[in-house]
Structures are given as C-alpha cells and as structure tokens.
Nanobody, 125 residues
Framework: QVQLVESGGGLVQAGDSLRLSCAAS????????MGWFRQAPGKEREFVAS????????YYADSVKGRFTISRDNAKNTVYLQMNSLKPEDTAVYYC??????????????????WGQGTQVTVSS
C-alpha cells in the first residue's frame, strides 16, 4: 500500500498563497487517482480537488475553483495543491488521499483508500 505525508501548511494572511505537497512512499503514486480534502473544526471533511493518474483530468470544489490548482509529478511521487487568494474560510486541516480503484477520477471521500495525517492551514483576516 502507499503511505502519504503532507507538508507545506502554515499560518498566512488573507490573499496570500501556499503550496501543499503530498509525498508518497511504498508504491508509485502513478497507480492512484489522487485527491485533496479538508476539514475545519466542527465540520465534515470536504472534497477540495482531485487529479487523474496521468494528470490530464482535474476536478475542483466550487469553493476553490479558480483559486486552487492540483498537480502531480509522478517521477517525484508527489502531488501538489497550489492555493492562491486564500480566504479565512479556507482554514482547515488539509488531507491528501489516494484512490486505487480503476476510475478516471473521484471526488467522494469514501472512494479514497489511503490518507495522510494532514497539514494545518490557517488563514487570518
């Protein structure tokens, strides 16, 4: 199975940018559809973005469309989430996830099989 480790979170001001990374080990990340989710205190975990195995197809939550970009570098076994124009409502723990099923792309948390430990993103107003 694959192990996932997120990094790149931190405390920023509204309007700033951050890039999250998800480093995979154990198996090559190219075997998986990859996704990012987030969970704010007291709220359900929600979908943010996902990317197909080749990187040719991406899908975004409406709340982040146009501000966030998911990408992957299969040679580096890493997936990224570039977050621009951050808002206080983006504050959450961000999780990387991997889906091993033979689908092109996925967006539901129940579709993903492996999860990282999360990285905190805090956006101050």
């Amino acid at each position: 199975q694959v192990q996932l480790v997120e990094s790149g979170g931190g405390l920023v001001q509204a309007g700033d940018s951050l890039r999250l990374s998800c480093a995979a080990s154990g198996r090559t990340v190219s075997n998986y559809v990859m996704g990012w989710f987030r969970q704010a205190p007291g709220k359900e975990r929600e979908f943010v973005a996902s990317i197909s195995r080749s990187g040719g197809t991406t899908y975004y939550a409406d709340s982040v469309k146009g501000r966030f970009t998911i990408s992957r570098d299969n040679a580096k076994n890493t997936v990224y989430l570039q977050m621009n124009s951050l808002k206080p409502e983006d504050t959450a723990v961000y999780y990387c996830a991997a889906d091993r099923s033979p689908v092109q792309i996925a967006r539901s948390a129940r579709d993903f099989d492996y999860w990282g430990q999360g990285t905190q993103v805090t956006v101050s107003s």
